[in-house]
């Protein structure tokens, strides 16, 4: 069975950083591309971020130069580093197994829940 378990998120104060988790189980992780999505209060779903299994990254114009996207291969393991946030990134973030357009995903974790407030 396939498992996506998104871990990490939390409260933060605009300018801090944050470092999300997906751990990965039920397939071969390091032959799927997989994706950040997140979720703001009302809004719909927005690609944040991708990486293939040849580790190439992409970016949403909104968090190029802030985020970083990673993965351990070794340890099933999705990261999203994020740095430099702005209440405008509060979202509740998915990971999802695919790359490009987020209706293409076929997996997807639960999520978990950034606030940036002060």
């Known amino acids: 069975v396939v498992q996506l378990v998104e871990s990490g998120g939390g409260l933060v104060q605009p300018g801090g950083t944050l470092e999300l988790s997906c751990a990965a189980s039920?397939?071969?992780?390091?032959?799927?591309?997989m994706t950040w999505v997140r979720q703001a209060p009302g809004k719909g779903l927005e690609w944040v971020a991708g990486?293939?299994?040849?580790?190439?990254?992409y970016y949403s114009d909104s968090v190029k130069d802030r985020f970083i996207i990673s993965r351990d291969n070794f340890k099933d393991i999705l990261y999203l580093q994020l740095r430099s946030l702005k209440t405008e990134d509060s979202a509740i973030y998915y990971c999802?197994?695919?790359?490009?357009?987020?209706?293409?995903?076929?997996?997807w974790g639960a999520g978990t829940l950034v606030t940036i407030s002060s």
């Open positions: 999802a197994r695919g790359v490009g357009l987020v209706e293409t995903m076929d997996f």
């Open positions: 039920g397939f071969a992780f390091s032959n799927y591309a």
């Open positions: 990486i293939k299994a040849d580790l190439v990254a």
